[in-house]
């Protein structure tokens, strides 16, 4: 059964930081793109950041980059997160994504990906 299981989540105060963690179990990671996406309560799953399969590229969405950092490490199965700085409006359910593909260009819409993980809540509140 393939698997995507994301943890790390949880309550930061505004500026604060945390790193989440996104583990593949069934299969492994080196030929897949892997995205996260943020969804806040009422709105759309928008797509903060992704890396390619192939020669590490990453994206990042505006309203994240220079406080963002997307990162996997093959060897363990899992892609991280990491989140600096973080901002009231960063709070919300986060999900990896996963799709098998071979390329050296990454996409951050949710319908480029196939498989989904079931989320980890950040709470950015004083």
């Known amino acids: 059964q393939l698997q995507l299981v994301e943890s790390g989540g949880g309550l930061v105060q505004p500026g604060g930081s945390l790193r989440l963690s996104c583990v593949a179990s069934?299969?492994?990671?080196?030929?897949?793109?892997i995205g996260w996406f943020h969804q806040a309560p009422g709105k759309e799953r928008e797509g903060v950041s992704c890396?390619?399969?192939?020669?590490?590229?990453?994206d990042y969405a505006a309203s994240v980059k220079g406080r963002f950092t997307i990162s996997r490490n093959n060897a363990k199965n899992t892609v991280y997160l990491e989140m600096n700085d973080l901002k009231p409006e960063d709070a919300g359910l986060y999900y990896c994504?996963?799709?098998?593909?071979?390329?050296?260009?990454?996409?951050?819409?949710?319908?480029?990906?196939?498989?989904w993980g079931q989320g980890t809540q950040v709470t950015v509140s004083s």
């Open positions: 994504a996963a799709v098998q593909i071979t390329s050296y260009y990454c996409i951050r819409r949710p319908d480029a990906f196939d498989l």
């Open positions: 069934g299969f492994t990671l080196d030929d897949y793109r």
């Open positions: 890396i390619s399969s192939r020669g590490g590229r990453t």
